[in-house]
Every structure is written in structure tokens, then in C-alpha cells.
């Protein structure tokens, strides 16, 4: 079955960087389009940013510039770098993936941002 797994989530100091991984299986990976998306408690899910499975990525605004979404096919992997991390980025963050038209999540990793 399509499992997603994040990690890397934790405690940093606003201005810092935080590299999110999703570790992928269950699904051909590279034929698959990834997105991430955070949540706040109370609050909706917020596009964060997504990559095809040709590597073309787009992202939200709120984290454009900052946030780099990259893959790599052979390890079935895909990854977040976040810098410049500001508290509003404080957030549940998941890693999505779509499998023949059904959408599945991660179980979300906890990012804090603040001094």
C-alpha cells in the first residue's frame, strides 16, 4: 500500500533552515507528481509547493524564494529545504502524493520556528 513517511521536522531559531525528507513506497514514485502542505491547529491546509514527476516544481507565496522542493527517483525520496524560516512558519508539515487519481498523506512532521 502507498506509504509516506516525513522526518526531519524539530525547534529552529527564526532565520534558520530545516531540510524536510518523505520517504515514499507502495507507488511507481517516479511517475508521480509530490506536494507538501502544512497546517496549523484551526486552521485549513496551505499549499506549500509541489514537484512533477519531471522534476518542474511550482510554490505557494508565502514560501516562494525561500522553500525548494527537490526528488530523488532513485531512493524514492522527496525533500524540502527551507530557509529563512520565519515563526508563521510554524506548522504541521505532510508530504502528498497522488496515486491514480487518489490522494494520499504522510502522518505530518511538527516544524517550530522560534527564539
Known amino acids: 500500500q502507498v506509504q509516506l513517511v516525513e522526518s526531519g521536522g524539530g525547534l529552529v531559531q527564526p532565520g534558520g533552515s530545516l531540510r524536510l525528507s518523505c520517504a515514499a513506497s507502495?507507488?511507481?514514485?517516479?511517475?508521480?507528481?509530490m506536494n507538501w502542505v502544512r497546517q496549523v491547529p484551526g486552521k485549513g491546509r496551505e499549499y506549500v509547493g509541489g514537484?512533477?514527476?519531471?522534476?518542474?516544481?511550482a510554490y505557494g507565496d508565502s514560501v516562494k524564494g525561500r522553500f525548494t522542493i527537490s526528488r530523488d527517483n532513485a531512493k524514492n525520496m522527496v525533500y524540502l529545504q527551507m530557509n529563512s524560516l520565519k515563526p508563521e512558519d510554524t506548522a504541521v508539515y505532510y508530504c502528498?502524493?497522488?496515486?491514480?487519481?487518489?490522494?494520499?498523506w504522510g502522518q505530518g512532521t511538527q516544524v517550530t520556528v522560534s527564539s
Open positions: 502528498g502524493a497522488t496515486v491514480l487519481g487518489v490522494v494520499y
Open positions: 514537484i512533477t514527476s519531471t522534476s518542474v516544481t
Open positions: 507502495g507507488f511507481t514514485f517516479s511517475w508521480s507528481g
